[in-house]
């Protein structure tokens, strides 16, 4: 069947459309108190992201309540560590946690890379429900972090201001961080297969960690991985969102994908001239604009919408909506987008 609101697929393939598609990160979640009434059932984040019928229930929750363009899998990037073999957990107001980390080779050589699609299973289950029980009114997303994102939680055992074990490792173990963003990347490309092959009709690669690389480690410790990940997939829209990577911007746009995410702190004009007018770009509002008043809020995404006009876009935050933004300034945001472009 064909889909009854494709605006999001043909905006990233740069086809006509008659209004700019919106959706937000994390929108899954978070802010919707009916997400919350469904996440208190669980025991823990960790195990609602493992049941594929309260995880597809929670990914349709924005469709139904936000009018969003676009459904996103509730999920989460670290189910890749997991997968390999090192389990994480959430923990409320911390982050992901992780138990063991990997500090050398051997650690590297101890991971798990089969069986996958069994360990990954419930992910592949949560799309085909989702799938299901959207009935084809919206696209779904599926997504994946990027192998240095993934590396920086696996070395460095939970979230950071400085990544600095991880960072280490570049300088004084590069072999070792490239085994594993090898080995990463590999898995990533596997479950990304899987995401398609279940339904997922666009996915977005989050390489959240990005900025706090330099220029040319990016260039070693991350573009050749996101490279594979991207040449691998060849069925559906890719978008590679790269927080703070605003210097790897020309190496982005040569990238074979169809979107490039910019966060909230990168000029669209200067995004345009790294990456060119070949690339649709999804962005970028700042999270924080939605705690202004209704007509700030209104205001904001008009000013944001403006400095896209006449390129390929999907509207979006610079990154994932805050865990106490007001649903109703949401709302503001979204049917602001979608009646600028109808003027």
Not at 246 to 263: A, I, M, P, R, V
Not at 278 to 303: H, W
Request: glycine share 6%; proline share 6%; hydrophobic share 40%.
């Amino acid at each position: 069947m064909a889909l009854k609101n494709d605006l999001l697929i043909r905006a990233a393939k740069g086809e006509p459309v008659e209004r700019t598609p919106v959706w937000l990160m994390r929108q899954a979640g978070r802010i919707l108190p009916e997400y919350r009434e469904v996440r208190a059932k669980m025991n823990g984040f960790v195990d609602l992201v493992k049941n594929p019928e309260r995880a597809a229930e929670v990914t349709i929750q924005p469709v139904d309540i936000l009018d969003v363009d676009a459904a996103i899998i509730f999920s989460d990037i670290l189910v890749i560590p997991e997968a390999l073999g090192l389990p994480y957990d959430m923990v409320e107001k911390r982050g992901p946690v992780f138990p063991q980390t990997i500090s050398d080779m051997d650690d590297v050589k101890k991971l798990s890379t089969s069986d996958m699609s069994d360990k990954l299973g419930y992910v592949i289950e949560a799309i085909k429900i989702t799938k299901k029980e959207l009935n084809d009114r919206v696209p779904l997303i599926g997504f994946a972090g990027a192998p240095w994102t993934i590396m920086a939680y696996m070395v460095e055992g939970s979230g950071s201001k400085t990544f600095s074990k991880a960072r280490k490792m570049l300088f004084t173990q590069p072999e070792t961080a490239h085994a594993l963003l090898q080995s990463i990347t590999d898995c990533t490309k596997a479950y990304l297969k899987e995401q398609v092959n279940a339904g997922a009709n666009l996915v977005q690669v989050f390489d959240s960690w990005a900025g706090i690389l330099s220029p040319d480690q990016y260039e070693e410790f991350a573009m050749p991985y996101i490279k594979q990940i991207v040449d691998s997939i060849d069925e559906v829209p890719v978008t590679v969102f790269s927080k703070g990577a605003y210097f790897s911007l020309h190496s982005l746009g040569k990238l074979n994908c169809e979107t490039l995410g910019l966060d909230w702190n990168t000029p669209v004009d200067f995004a345009l001239k790294m990456a060119g007018p070949n690339m649709t770009f999804q962005g970028n509002l700042d999270p924080c604009a939605l705690y202004g008043s209704t007509s700030e809020v209104r205001a904001e995404t008009i000013k944001m919408l403006d400095q896209f006009k006449g390129l390929r876009h999907i509207a979006n935050l610079g990154h994932g909506v805050y865990p106490d933004t007001d649903p109703e300034k949401v709302k503001v945001f979204i049917e602001t987008v979608k009646s600028y472009t109808q003027k």
